[in-house]
Antibody, heavy 118, light 106 residues
Framework: AVQLVESGGGLVQPKESLKISCAAS????????MYWVRQAPGKGLEWVAR??????????YYADSVKGRFTISRDDSKSMVYLQMDNLKTEDTAMYYC?????????WGQGTLVTVSS | DTVLTQSPALAVSLGQRVTISCRAS??????MHWYQQKSGQQPKLLIY???NLESGVPSRFSGSGSGTDFTLTIDPVEADDIANYYC?????????FGSGTKLEIK
């Protein structure tokens, strides 16, 4: 069965950095585009970042709200995807979900909570 | 950016048919997908590419539409369907979601 397991969330202060991870299993990870989607408390879903596959040069894309501050990466040898978050803001407080799929989000992890507060 | 507009909430009686709408600010062809999110859980894919039922999803769920107007239909509604429903477009970046429709029971 497909599994996506996020980790690394926690409480950080504004302007600090945090790196969250996602371990994937149950599908051919190297063939899958990977994404991060977040959800602020009591709010809707927001796409954050996307990373394509090796044949597509691991191209990355970001929402304007995080561009220049967040970096998505992947390690196909470990079936892992990461989100490096720098210069965090209070408005980045959210549950961060790792997702996978062609152009839609077929698989979801359970999420990791990131809280940015002083 | 493509803005997706959904009604905030809908109330329906058990056993009845409900349609949840999603309108896009520009054409997205059939690159529209639907998700169900129950309280405290991660979202779950229901419908992809406007009308394709994801494997394992009950046939009570169906999707239709193209261009700018899309619908998710649940027929008949069961108590387990109480959730928030989100549409999402993948026609262009940034990928965007609707604000969600909360399905309530009358």
């Amino acid at each position: 069965a497909v599994q996506l397991v996020e980790s690394g969330g926690g409480l950080v202060q504004p302007k600090e950095s945090l790196k969250i991870s996602c371990a994937a299993s149950g599908f051919t990870f190297s063939n899958a585009a990977m994404y991060w989607v977040r959800q602020a408390p009591g709010k809707g879903l927001e796409w954050v970042a996307r990373i394509r596959t090796k044949p597509n040069n691991y191209a990355t894309y970001y929402a304007d709200s995080v561009k220049g501050r967040f970096t998505i990466s992947r390690d196909d040898s470990k079936s892992m995807v990461y989100l490096q978050m720098d210069n965090l803001k209070t408005e980045d407080t959210a549950m961060y979900y790792c997702t996978a799929g062609p152009n839609w989000f077929a698989y979801w992890g359970q999420g990791t909570l990131v809280t940015v507060s002083s | 950016d493509t803005v997706l507009t959904q009604s905030p909430a809908l109330a329906v009686s058990l056993g009845q048919r409900v349609t949840i709408s999603c309108r896009a600010s520009k054409s997205v062809s059939t690159y529209m997908h639907w998700y169900q999110q129950k309280s405290g859980q991660q979202p779950k894919l229901l419908i992809y590419s406007a009308s394709n039922l994801e494997s394992g999803v009950p046939s009570r769920f169906s999707g239709s539409g193209s261009g700018t107007d899309f619908t998710l239909t649940i027929d008949p509604v069961e108590a387990d369907d109480i959730a928030n429903y989100y549409c999402q477009q993948s026609n262009e970046l940034p990928l965007t979601f609707g604000s969600g429709t909360k399905l309530e029971i009358k």
